[in-house]
């Protein structure tokens, strides 16, 4: 944090003295206003900083989680910007000359407005732009009972994220439960370091059930690894507050066990690993030991957070009729406009989003509810999934 500080000491200089040139601001009045914005930004990323610096509590509770996203924004969507009109100016002044000048600072100011524009978008409108994907799932040999049962997928709450608004999550619950779920399955991640971000929305997690009822599954970031001052004896007690919250929330909890559905005369199975480490390191479950050898159902469905278990594990998977899973987030970050989809969670992840069939099985990945990292989405809305089975004609 000290490191970032002067960083940010380093930047603001830069940007003053580049600033005070006839090549970036002719007008006064403009010029002032931007040092007046500049100096403002400033000041709000150092009081930032000293209250992350001055705070000695756990850090695994939502006010300090909010407070470290909060310096990521102002990174985003100011010292981003400066950065850029930094460099623009740097190269107008030792470079460009004369009217070559004028095109490249307008291009920098360009590029930083759509900056500012685009983080400040994501964090007020993108991050809880809830998006409802509905995908009808063609299975042959479905039993009859099953046919038109709703699914409802969600994943990566880190509920953190909505600590400064509690009614954007009350909102996701309510388009859940208009979705008319039979099942609604939860892919993990509920939290983003500890169990305390938890507590205070168990009871809006509880709003919502499934008509035949609900199951959730651990996340990578649900097991305490991400705790620097934890040791193993309190990331299990982690672990044991997180799975008494998915139970108290109303939904049957899974790791690396299943559970059963009867609806009608047919059998859905749900299986549930667990996704422990960071990335690239993450570490499975096994499905084959969380799942009885003879099981029978109808329907059988498994729950990974992490999508690449199905990628890496085409043998174990095989036996599942679907796969879902989350994780990626679509990395926040990125296109999605019909079928066209890009992000750079491609780089990591083969499938990052969406309904996925090989040879070897079906996988559907959900981009997620809350945020990570940073506190907006650019192009990558939250989600909330419904799968409908259907019978293959």
Excluded at 289 to 308: G, K
Excluded at 322 to 338: D, E, F, S
Aim: with cysteine.
């Amino acid at each position: 944090m000290v490191l970032q500080f002067m960083l940010l000491l380093l930047l603001d200089t830069l940007f003053y003295f580049t600033l005070i040139k006839k090549e970036v601001i002719k007008n006064r009045k403009a010029l002032s206003v931007t040092l007046v914005l500049s100096a403002t930004h400033s000041g709000m990323m150092v009081v930032k900083i000293i209250q992350i610096l001055a705070y000695n509590g756990d850090i695994a509770v939502n006010e300090h989680i909010d407070n470290l996203l909060d310096l990521t924004l102002l990174f985003a969507a100011g010292s981003l910007p400066k950065l850029v009109l930094t460099i623009a100016s740097l190269v107008v002044r030792q470079g460009a000359k004369g009217r070559s000048a004028s095109p490249l600072m307008r291009a920098g100011w360009i590029t930083a407005s759509i900056i500012i524009i685009l983080v400040l978008s994501g964090t007020y409108r993108g991050r809880y732009n809830f998006t409802v994907e509905k995908i009808t799932l063609p299975v042959a040999g479905l039993h009859p009972d099953l046919c038109s049962l709703r699914i409802v997928l969600i994943s990566d709450l880190h509920l953190s994220s909505f600590h400064d608004n509690p009614d954007k999550l009350s909102k996701a619950m309510e388009i859940t439960e208009s979705l008319d779920p039979d099942i609604i399955v939860n892919a993990g991640d509920y939290v983003t370091i500890g169990w305390k971000e938890m507590v205070p929305f168990v009871e809006t997690l509880a709003s919502v059930k499934g008509r035949y009822g609900s199951v959730g599954i651990p996340g990578n970031h649900d097991t305490g690894i991400y705790h620097p001052l934890w040791n193993q004896e309190e990331m299990a007690d982690n672990r044991r507050r997180i799975k008494e919250m998915i139970i108290a929330s109303g939904s049957r909890y899974l790791s690396n066990s299943h559970t059963y559905f009867s609806i009608g005369d047919a059998i859905v199975s749900f299986t549930g690993i667990t996704s422990t480490g960071r990335i690239p390191d993450i570490i499975y479950g096994d499905s084959d030991l969380a799942r009885p050898t003879a099981d029978t159902a109808d329907f059988a469905v498994l729950i990974s957070h992490d999508p690449n278990y199905w990628i890496e594990n085409q043998q174990k998977v095989k036996s599942f009729d679907l796969t879902l899973a989350g994780h990626t987030h679509g990395m926040q970050l990125g296109l999605i406009a019909g079928k066209l989809r890009i992000s750079l969670a491609a780089i990591i992840f083969p499938v990052w989003n969406g309904l996925e069939k090989r040879d070897y099985g079906t996988l559907y990945v959900n981009r997620g509810l809350g945020t990570l990292g940073f506190p907006f989405r650019i192009g990558m809305p939250p989600e909330i999934t419904l799968i409908i089975l259907q019978g293959e004609s």
